[in-house]
């Protein structure tokens, strides 16, 4: 089958997405002007949807796995793993949990304390649901009933070299303290694709230099990854798991705890790598 | 004792209450509430003069560290301080104003103190936080007061908030308050009522921070429900809700500059040094990161709830003063 083909298949595979009524059917806490108490708005998140629907359906042809373990409602955490040099998958999970549902679901994913400093990603983030990554403001909305998303592995994960795919960095405690505080169940997501997206690696030592957090080259130009290559996302939701416990535990205990969810997303990984045919389709 | 409020004669004797910074505008609203409203008796403490006041509202034009001011207190069973007379104005000299600023609050304490005055009011800032790019969107009143790091015009009003949290855990027998609001609107001078009554303010291209406004009139009624005995503590007073700086801007029809952030700062440094622009460039980071902050422990504790919604509040801008 040829590539013409192949397209043409794929496009009529595509589903049509009620964009502006799953936005509707959004939970929003807005006030007069529009804007909730983290600075989204319906208005602008409409805009960004279609964006991301198109990179979801038709760049990255994106599917998702387990849609069932998405809670249509009530406080949850998703846990990811984070790869691929760009943050595009925080951005298709996010599309996934808006458009697979039968209930549009809203993601907010916690982002670097960096961000807030770059011109126009400052605000157009915090518009499209986004926030700042601070314990403050994950137990904000938990306690709001609401949807965050976290990266245990945070740069660690997203920068780390290609070699090095597939395998998960450090768990980061944070994300426990905050579940078990919170009462939360914690829906475990393996990431497949992303690690393609830019083969990177990492030159450390000019990061340092330019005091960025990472400085990945891939071996194509431009050399840095600016634009993902269009490798197929999969998504692979797992079993809410609710775990128990004192929030202030000591370091160790809340370690094993973090490493049962750890390891939970190795296993989908891996069961996703298993089941994947190709990088691209 | 001057919390007696029945007086020899039987009749309850009127609560006496000292407002520093009774002149500025803020001052006036506050005392007229204070006067009218609840039959407070009134003594202003300001180097600045008060035309125009009712007869009896009586006006000590004198400086803080003077004997004078400490003579108001020891003459007479004052009921109550509330402080407001926190000098920030970005054209005089700063080790002056540090001065009449510090020595003052220290002062003002010390005989507060001494002559047993048993409520003081201090009315602080939620910029004392600080507006940074880590700040979680709400910080609670425990959160450390960071400003003075970027901004040394701030450093009077934390080192100030600073003193009156000490002594609001030495002096037991003293009900301290500080009071946090967010940017308080209308028709007063104050860095965000100046910078929301500029035509075409500055703003930073590519930044729209979610910003917290306060009506005057709100910010009063704190200080009032803070006057009721048994509330002590430290305080955030916030507005109706939380909108970005570019809303605010475009429901008061403003047509905002947009300067790229790495020049802002030689620009408008250079223009406040003109005179074209009153911008102080110190607050700049205002117009750029969020700093807002939690309100619920004022409305649990001292029962504050904002009586002006939002477009109300954007619009006291308007009003005449």
Request: hydrophobic share 45%; proline share 9%.
């Amino acid at each position: 089958m040829g590539l013409l083909d192949r397209l043409h298949q794929l496009r009529r595979a595509v589903p049509e997405d009620d964009i502006a009524g799953r936005t509707e059917a959004l939970v929003v806490r807005g006030n007069e002007f529009g804007f909730d108490e983290f600075g989204l708005s319906r208005e602008s998140f409409r805009g960004a949807a279609h964006v991301a629907r198109w990179l979801y359906r038709h760049y990255f042809r994106a599917s998702a796995f387990g849609i069932e373990h998405i809670p249509a409602s009530g406080r949850v955490l998703f846990v990811a793993n984070h790869s691929g040099q760009l943050p595009f998958d925080g951005l298709v999970i996010g599309a996934a949990c808006f458009l697979e549902p039968p209930k549009p679901r809203l993601v907010r994913s916690m982002v670097e304390y960096f961000v807030p400093t770059v011109p126009f990603a400052s605000y157009l983030l915090a518009r499209w649901g986004q926030i700042i990554g601070t314990p403050e403001n994950c137990r904000r909305l938990l306690a709001a009933d609401e949807a965050v998303l976290v990266f245990p592995e945070g740069a660690r994960g997203i920068s780390k070299n290609f070699s090095k795919r597939y395998q998960l960095a450090e768990f980061g405690k944070g994300f426990m303290r905050l579940a078990l505080e919170m009462r939360a169940p914690i829906v475990p997501i393996a990431v497949i694709g992303a690690e393609e997206q830019a083969p990177a690696i990492n030159l450390k030592p000019l990061a340092r230099l330019l005091g960025s957090p990472s400085f990945p080259v891939v071996p194509y130009p431009p050399f840095v990854p600016l634009v993902p290559l269009p490798v197929k996302y999969r998504l692979y939701f797992g079993e809410p798991i609710k775990l128990t416990g004192d929030p202030d535990d000591d370091d160790e205990v809340l370690d094993e705890k973090a490493k049962i969810v750890k390891h939970r997303i190795q296993s989908m990984i891996q069961l996703g790598l298993r089941e994947r045919e190709h990088v691209f389709w | 004792m001057s919390s007696g409020d029945i007086a020899e004669s039987g009749r309850p004797r009127p609560r006496k209450v000292v407002i520093t910074g009774i002149a500025g505008r803020l001052g006036r609203i506050v005392a007229r509430r204070l006067h009218h409203e609840l039959d407070w008796q009134i003594i202003g403490l300001d180097r600045r003069p008060m035309p125009g006041r009712p007869k009896d509202i009586e006006h000590h034009e004198v400086d803080l560290r003077s004997k004078k001011a400490r003579d108001v207190f020891r003459i007479g069973e004052v009921d109550a301080l509330i402080h407001l007379g926190v000098m920030h104005d970005p054209r005089a000299r700063p080790a002056e104003i540090y001065s009449w600023n510090i020595t003052g609050t220290t002062k003002l304490l010390e005989y507060c103190q001494a002559y047993r005055v048993p409520k003081v009011v201090l009315l602080s800032s939620a910029n004392v936080y600080g507006p940074r790019p880590d700040n979680p969107q709400f910080l609670t009143e425990d959160a450390p007061l960071l400003a003075a790091q970027r901004f040394p015009q701030m450093r009077d009003l934390v080192e100030i908030d600073h003193l009156v949290s000490t002594f609001l855990w030495r002096a037991q027998n003293v009900e301290t308050v500080i009071l946090r609001p967010v940017h308080i609107v209308g028709p007063v001078h104050n860095a965000p009522s100046n910078y929301l009554r500029i035509e075409r303010p500055p703003i930073l291209l590519g930044f729209d921070p979610m910003v917290q406004l306060v009506h005057y009139q709100d910010t009063a009624d704190a200080i009032v429900a803070a006057l009721a005995p048994g509330r002590r503590g430290i305080y955030n007073i916030v507005g109706p809700g939380e909108v970005p700086l570019s809303a605010v801007l475009k429901e008061l029809g403003r047509e905002p500059v947009q300067i790229p952030h790495p020049v802002a700062r030689p620009i408008l440094s250079l223009a406040f040094r003109l005179g074209i622009s009153s911008f102080p460039v110190a607050e700049l980071d205002f117009i750029r990161y969020v700093c807002m902050v939690d309100g619920r422990r004022a409305a649990a504790e001292l029962g504050f709830r904002p009586r002006f919604g939002l477009r109300e509040t954007i619009h006291a801008i308007d009003e005449p003063a």
